[in-house]
């Protein structure tokens, strides 16, 4: 893997359970905010039975918030700004050794997520990388117009503008697999960040994939290296 990555000159990065590896309670809370988001915008219904049903849309379709959408007709836009409302950032721990590799690396990076700008910028420096991620080049779900990244080239055109490179020096880096079909057939290099549970087999347009952020960090500091 280390002598694929020779060349990288920028890194695209998603956010949520990728620059930062979520838990239990972080995916709890995440569930509890958009169930209280979806009854601030007049969803008629129990909170606990508002948050089962964000679970349960997380886990059919990665985004807690779908269903509200599709069969409650709850406007995405107001949902979504809702949910920043509800959202505590100070459950993410900080990791300084992902911090120091940041430092430690001369790749231009980029943020592309399906969160809130609100809830990016405050995580961005809760786990103490924001120095890395200025105003322009983060890309929030509503900088895109709520385009999916697991079908739109707009957010991946936007980044990739954004750290003025062409994208076979760039790598996308998700947690999840569909939203690097679109970089790959752009033309970037793709990495699926797995946290240990890597699927037993993995599309043709996942070129590469490991643990987590650090470890991806480790090898192309290593790779520019030697």
């Known amino acids: 893997m280390a002598k694929d990555l020779i060349g990288i000159e920028g890194i695209l990065w998603d956010l949520d359970n990728t620059l930062y590896a979520a838990n239990q309670e972080i995916y709890d809370s995440f569930n509890l905010a958009v169930a209280r988001a979806a009854l601030e915008c007049g969803l008629d219904m129990p909170l606990d039975q508002a948050q089962r049903m964000a679970w349960e849309s997380y886990e059919r379709h990665r985004y807690s918030g779908l269903i509200f959408v599709e069969e409650y ?3 995405f836009p107001q949902l979504h700004k809702s949910i920043d409302r509800f959202l505590d950032h100070t459950i993410v721990a900080p990791c300084g050794a992902t911090e120091s ?3 430690r ?5 980029a943020l592309i997520t399906h969160s809130g700008r609100p809830w990016a910028l405050n995580v961005l420096s809760r786990i103490g990388l924001r120095p890395w991620f200025p105003d322009e080049r983060i890309f929030a779900f509503e900088n895109y117009d709520f385009e999916s ?7 991946f055109e936007m980044a990739l503008g954004a750290i003025n490179r062409n994208p076979q020096s760039v790598i996308m880096v ?3 697999i569909e939203n690097l079909r679109v970089p790959h057939e ?3 290099r ?5 946290h240990g549970s890597k699927p037993e087999e993995l599309p043709d347009y996942v070129d590469h994939h490991c643990d987590d952020a650090q470890t991806l960090l480790e090898k192309i500091y290593s790779s520019a290296s030697g």
Do not use: Q, Y
Request: charged share 30%; proline share 7%.
């Open 186 to 188: 752009m033309g970037m």
């Open 105 to 109: 690396t001369s790749c231009d990076h």
């Open 190 to 194: 793709t990495v699926f960040l797995h």
């Open 149 to 155: 990244k697991a079908r739109s080239r707009r957010p």
């Open 101 to 103: 590799l940041f430092a």
């Open 73 to 75: 007709k709850i406007p």
């Open 174 to 176: 998700e947690d999840t």
